[in-house]
């Protein structure tokens, strides 16, 4: 056992009490920052290493996959290796589906099934439409999706959604909900909402089950509490039933998923359904500067809804004023971002990972991008096209996750002519609509063609049956061809280990040779790389018993989540929408387009109760930074293809002006760097100097020096001083100068705000 001390290392009393509070329900309410996540962490370590709680027995449920690493890590070094490993810990989905691949059998459902993410999510809506005969121009596949979702994390199946749909809209989501569910059931798969439903519903018609997991799990844990869904919300209410230890935490004022069903009442719900709940409040913020809590305050405190009052403090200090900056239009408020980034890692003090840029909806990184590119800065898009959305590895992931399950129709269909073989768009549809017809998985239909032409093959005089008889020889035969393939891999699968199954299969397949034929030589090989980088994530699942491989290995990389593909062991700016940041810190964060119609979003124009989530996303963004803030928006903004004059967003107006600086907009533009003529012309409000380029080779110069040895300058925090020297430094001055009292400093000129004094 690990002492108390260890455990109770650098928490305040408030966190102490949390940490060390009796068995039983416990919810923990707190501000950003307040150490929620680390109180989680050390409770753990606390149940395990004071109470002696057997780590088997605890069950804690993080936001991300990326959060639960983090827990077991710091675990390990609290108590020590070993002990972590025996936790579960991991978010709702995984968990939910390894509880599936243990006991789906009581449901009735093999337990090799597949996850469909959301790509291939909407490849199943589509086919739903055509089965339907429903036109996807009419009929958003996303949006109707989007409500079956919504339906599912609400626990309402089909037929209840059936029998309450009252719109027309509402009547076709009915329809294709059924049918959607039923195309799922066919391929043996689920979608990651179903990994929730699905576990709800074995405890609740398999009480026996349930009784065992309740037995296992004799300690629950949630982080990001207040973000709950109702489906999430009855698991743990199921798993906590008989003995009540479970320890929420969560804030109110950071619900951002409402669009997804998460429900704030989950928190009030708690204490009615646990009465004898202990409820603690923290209230000191470990992580930002005063200066940066008042400015997320400010904008939180006008929300519609009453709030509980809670007041961020912190003893980190004033810190600098939060900065507000105006661009020209998307391009030029990016690269004023990035020319800030420039001048603060040139400045010493920030490396690119430090750093982040937030905004609200995935389509504003593309300029963000640019610009960065421009800089040569290195960063990394959370959420972006991610290694596992490549078309290559999707192909190749179809492979796999047939040799698992071959009813998986979506991978079927994926790969049923890729590489080519000679199945043309006919005769898929012919095939699909035969096992349509005999509502059956392709995989049993295709089996069903092949007996047919051994039949048929075998008795020439009785007449062939009807349904294969339509089919073009050439086109059975290519089929028959793929089929026997998936069977090989069925096959092989019993008896390779991971890695070896992927060689097998790629070369059976001709992959590198198919890549090469379709992309030419230098992309086919690229893209053959990152088929190689999977198959180096096959080795970290060699260990595993041969059974268990490929399984595991496929439903990781299914619920990976985007925030997972951030990396922190790279030095790079991370570029992240408002939602994903959740739960994250930096030292520097920059939130960009704020402006009416983006933050708050337009969807949000007429509805109260969207618009204080608006706020919420607004306060979550603000209070990721640790030292500094900037705002951006800009003059005006291109969307759908349209350019309009933007209005600063109303959270501008809601902070009190003393609490921000506004870039004085010469200083800026003079400071500021364009990346060419172009840019340049487009930004007719400006007219500054020369544009500067941040590479000096460009031809209008770099700009001109502005301080000399021996001036006297005066600096707002370390008032006068006189310059000993001056460079250029990345385009911005580098200007060395000796403070009064204060020591030499080195300062970039542009962001220091120097003033000549004197003379
Ligand atoms: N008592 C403490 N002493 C020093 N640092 C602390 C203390 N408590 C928390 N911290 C630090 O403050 C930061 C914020 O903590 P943490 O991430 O746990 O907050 P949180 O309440 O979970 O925030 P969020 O609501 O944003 O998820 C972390 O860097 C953490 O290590
Ligand atoms: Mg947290």
Known sequence: MTDASTILDGLNPAQRQAVTAAPGPVLVLAGPG???????????????????????????????????????????????????????????????????????????????????????????????????????????????????????????????????????????????????????????????????????????????VLERYQERYGFLLADEYQDTNR???????????????????????????????????????????????Q?????????????????????????????????????????????????????????????EIARLIAGGAYQPGDIAIMYRTNAQSRAIEEALIARQAPYIIVGGTRFYERKEIKDALAYLRLALNPFDDISLSRVLNWPARGIGQRTQEDLERRAGAAAVPLYVMLHTLAANAEAAADQTTSPAPARTGEMPSRARNALLGFLTLID??????QTLSLGALMDWLFERVGFREALRREYGDEEGDDRWNNVMELRNVAEQYADLPLASQLSTFLEEVALVSDIDTLQEERNAVTCITLHQAKGLEFPVVFLVGLEEGLLPHARSADDRDALDEERRLFYV????????????????????????????????????????????KRGYAAAQMVTGRAAALRNPRRNQAAPVSPHSAAPDGPRA???????????????????????????????????????????????????????
């Open 488 to 493: 090989e891999s069925l096959d092989r699968r």
């Open 621 to 664: 963004g603000a209070t990721r930074a640790k030292e500094r803030l900037y705002l951006l928006h800009a003059f005006r903004r291109a969307t759908y293809g349209r350019t309009e004059i933007a209005t600063p967003s109303r959270f501008l107006h809601d902070i009190p002006p003393d609490l921000l600086q506004r870039a004085p």
């Open 34 to 208: 307040s150490g929620k996540t680390r109180v989680l962490t050390r409770r753990v370590a606390y149940l395990i290493g004071v109470h002696g709680v057997d780590p088997h027995h605890i069950l804690a449920v993080t936001f991300t996959n990326k959060a639960a690493r983090e827990m077991r890590d710091r675990l390990e070094k609290l108590l020590g290796p070993g002990e972590a490993a025996a936790l579960t810990v991991g978010t709702f989905h995984s968990i939910c589906a390894r509880f599936l691949r243990r006991d789906s059998i009581h449901l009735g459902r093999e337990r090799d099934f597949a996850i469909y993410d959301t790509d291939d999510q909407l490849r199943v809506m589509k086919r739903v439409l055509r089965d339907l005969n429903l036109d996807e121009k009419k009929h958003a596949p996303r949006a109707i999706h989007a409500a079956i979702s919504r339906a599912k994390n609400e626990l309402i199946d089909p037929d209840a959604y059936s029998r309450h749909a009252h719109s027309y809209f509402e009547e076709v989501v009915a329809r294709c909900f059924a049918r959607y569910q039923e195309l799922l059931r066919g391929a043996n798969a689920l979608d990651f909402d179903d990994l929730l439903v699905e576990t709800v519903r074995l405890f609740e018609e398999h009480p026996a």
């Open 279 to 339: 409820v603690i409040l923290l209230e000191q913020n470990y992580r930002s500067t005063q200066a940066i809590l008042d400015v997320a305050q400010a904008v939180i405190n006008r929300s519609a809804q009453r709030r509980r009052d809670k007041r961020l403090w912190t003893r980190n200090g004033e810190g600098v004023l939060v900065q507000v900056i105006e661009g020209y239009d998307q391009d030029e408020e990016a690269q004023l971002v990035a020319g």
């Open 231 to 277: 489906a999430q919300y009855v698991l743990l209410k199921q798993l906590a039933s008989r003995h009540h230890n479970i320890f929420v935490v969560g804030d109110e004022d950071q619900s951002v998923y409402a669009f997804r069903g998460a429900d704030i009442r989950n928190i009030l719900s708690f204490e009615r359904d646990y009465p004898e709940a």
């Open 705 to 759: 020096i502005s301080f000399f040895a021996g001036q006297k300058v005066h600096h707002a925090q370390f008032g006068e001083g006189i310059v000993v020297s001056s460079k250029l430094v990345e385009g911005d001055e580098e200007v060395t100068v000796a403070f009064v009292g204060k020591g030499v400093k080195r300062l970039l000129a542009s962001f220091a705000n120097l003033q000549h004094v004197g003379e």
